[in-house]
């Protein structure tokens, strides 16, 4: 079996058989062709790599000045790779997993402050149905806290305007309950009663549209977000993970715990929504610093 039916079938694998997001096969993807082209230039096929193989690799790596971010996800995504090639008895041992991963600085997620934020919202200019869905855009990250692909895929018949509650399928097709607060199921409803599809009739079940009437792209989603910001003068602009995190952030000043507030994102473990209290004490130590006569 050739480096090519190796990749595919732990691709397959991963989204047939362990149900992967589709961001995620694309980066698996993507990581093992970079490494099968270092293969290929070095003539190794990839079961013959060992430890040193994978110094080397990552030495090369490095030479290209790859982050340490980068590498820890490549590194992880060849673990994974080679994790598979053990279940199908290809490999005696996997070297990757001897491999360090390298260290990563924690760098605290970008917010801003609630009154920016719900000032941005409320100044998207709302006159034309393209404004209305770009606010709506805005008011799906922020206020349900949705990652940009859960946003893309989200359709009409997953939001209940009578409970307030949406139904989101997040990484590897895990379902949450995302609740809406009045002012984002009053935007919501009032998109669908008066303004989705309304230059175009469409079949599309998702909620948001491009101007075609088609469902809409992650691309255009950010670029979305990016044009309502620089209409604004915010630059740099915000992003839709920005979005993600103020929701997150403000949840936790707001008092929410933090338990509640891993299952209204989705995360998978508590250490991930953990960052979270680390950014509410740097605000508030900038506030005493900014406030307090002794700051």
Same mark, same amino acid.
């Given at each position: 079996?050739?480096?090519?039916?190796?990749?595919?079938?732990?691709?397959?694998?991963?989204?047939?058989?362990?149900?992967?997001?589709?961001?995620?096969?694309?980066?698996?993807?993507?990581?093992? !062709?970079?490494?099968?082209?270092?293969? +290929?230039?070095?003539?190794?096929? +990839?079961?013959?790599?060992?430890?040193?193989?994978?110094?080397?690799? /990552?030495?090369?790596?490095?030479?290209?000045?790859?982050?340490?971010?980068?590498?820890?996800?490549?590194?992880?995504?060849?673990?994974?790779?080679?994790?598979?090639?053990? /279940?199908?008895?290809? !490999?005696?041992?996997?070297?990757?997993?001897?491999?360090?991963? &390298?260290?990563?600085?924690? !760098?605290? &997620?970008?917010?801003? &402050?609630?009154?920016?934020?719900?000032?941005?919202?409320?100044? /998207?200019?709302?006159?034309?149905?393209? @404004?209305?869905?770009?606010?709506?855009?805005?008011?799906?990250?922020?206020?349900?806290?949705?990652?940009?692909?859960? +946003?893309?895929?989200?359709?009409?018949?997953? *939001?209940?305007?009578?409970?307030?509650?949406?139904?989101?399928?997040?990484?590897?097709?895990?379902?949450?309950?995302?609740?809406?607060?009045?002012?984002? /199921? @009053?935007?919501?409803?009032?998109?669908?009663?008066?303004?989705? @599809?309304?230059?175009?009739?469409?079949?599309?079940?998702?909620?948001?549209?491009?101007?075609?009437?088609?469902?809409?792209?992650?691309?255009?989603?950010?670029?979305?977000?990016?044009?309502?910001?620089?209409?604004?003068?915010?630059?740099?602009?915000?992003? &839709?993970?920005?979005?993600?995190?103020?929701?997150?952030?403000?949840?936790?000043?707001?008092?929410?715990?933090?338990?509640? *507030?891993?299952?209204?994102?989705?995360?998978?473990?508590?250490?991930?929504?953990?960052?979270?209290?680390?950014?509410?004490?740097?605000?508030?130590?900038?506030?005493?610093?900014?406030?307090?006569?002794?700051?």
């Amino acid at each position: 079996m050739n480096n090519y039916s190796l990749i595919q079938s732990f691709l397959d694998y991963c989204q047939l058989k362990k149900q992967y997001a589709r961001y995620t096969l694309e980066n698996y993807e993507r990581d093992l !062709v970079r490494l099968n082209a270092y293969a +290929l230039s070095c003539k190794l096929d +990839l079961l013959s790599f060992d430890k040193l193989a994978c110094r080397d690799f /990552i030495a090369v790596e490095y030479d290209f000045q790859q982050s340490n971010k980068t590498l820890c996800r490549r590194i992880s995504a060849y673990r994974t790779c080679w994790d598979f090639f053990q /279940i199908q008895n290809l !490999v005696a041992k996997n070297p990757w997993r001897q491999i360090r991963l &390298p260290k990563v600085t924690q !760098v605290l &997620p970008k917010i801003i &402050p609630t009154k920016k934020m719900i000032s941005f919202l409320d100044n /998207i200019s709302v006159s034309t149905p393209l @404004g209305f869905r770009n606010r709506v855009v805005c008011e799906c990250l922020y206020g349900l806290g949705l990652r940009v692909s859960e +946003l893309v895929s989200l359709e009409l018949s997953q *939001i209940n305007f009578m409970t307030g509650e949406c139904r989101v399928i997040g990484k590897r097709d895990k379902e949450r309950i995302a609740i809406m607060g009045d002012i984002t /199921i @009053g935007i919501l409803k009032r998109y669908v009663d008066d303004f989705r @599809g309304a230059s175009n009739k469409t079949d599309s079940k998702t909620l948001i549209l491009s101007n075609k009437g088609l469902p809409i792209t992650v691309r255009s989603i950010q670029r979305i977000v990016k044009k309502c910001s620089l209409e604004q003068g915010i630059d740099p602009p915000l992003t &839709p993970h920005v979005l993600r995190h103020c929701y997150a952030s403000d949840l936790y000043k707001g008092g929410a715990d933090i338990s509640i *507030i891993k299952e209204l994102l989705g995360h998978e473990h508590v250490s991930t929504t953990e960052i979270y209290t680390h950014v509410a004490m740097d605000e508030l130590k900038e506030t005493i610093t900014l406030a307090h006569p002794h700051g």
